[in-house]
C-alpha cells in the first residue's frame, strides 16, 4: 500500500508564511510527479504546483513568485513554501502523487488527506 501524509497546515496573518510537507510511503518504485493542489470552499480543486522527478516544476499563476514547489527524491517527500500569503489562499490543500510501484506498472495518483491553511486579513 501507499500512503501520503501531510503536515504544515494552520493559521496565518496575511503577507505570512507557511510550510506544507507530504512524505510517500510504502511499496514505491518511483515517484515521477508530486504535486499540490487546493480546494476553497464552494470553488473546484484546483493544482496548486507540480514538480517533476527531475526537478521541472510549473504553478498556477496566482502563486507564482510566491509559493515554491521542491521534492527529496531520497525521501519521497514534497514540500510548498508559501510566502505572501492572502486570504484567498484560504483553501485545504492536497498533496498529489503519480507513483510507478514497480518497473514495469503504470503510474497511479495518490492523495493525502488535506491540510487547512487559513490565511487572516
Known amino acids: 500500500q501507499v500512503q501520503l501524509v501531510e503536515s504544515g497546515g494552520g493559521l496565518v496573518q496575511a503577507g505570512g508564511s507557511l510550510r506544507l510537507s507530504c512524505a510517500a510511503s510504502?511499496?514505491?518504485?518511483?515517484?515521477?510527479?508530486m504535486g499540490w493542489y487546493r480546494q476553497a470552499p464552494g470553488k473546484q480543486r484546483e493544482l496548486v504546483a507540480r514538480?517533476?522527478?527531475?526537478?521541472?516544476?510549473n504553478y498556477v499563476d496566482s502563486v507564482e513568485g510566491r509559493f515554491t514547489i521542491s521534492r527529496d527524491n531520497a525521501k519521497n517527500t514534497v514540500y510548498l513554501q508559501m510566502n505572501s500569503l492572502k486570504p484567498e489562499d484560504t483553501a485545504v490543500y492536497y498533496c498529489?502523487?503519480?507513483?510507478?510501484?514497480?518497473?514495469?506498472?503504470?503510474?497511479?495518483?495518490?492523495w493525502g488527506q488535506g491540510t487547512q491553511v487559513t490565511v487572516s486579513s
Open positions: 510504502g511499496s514505491i518504485f518511483r515517484i515521477p510527479v
Open positions: 514538480i517533476t522527478i527531475g526537478g521541472s516544476s
Open positions: 498529489n502523487a503519480n507513483i510507478l510501484r514497480t518497473y514495469y506498472g503504470t503510474a497511479t495518483a495518490y
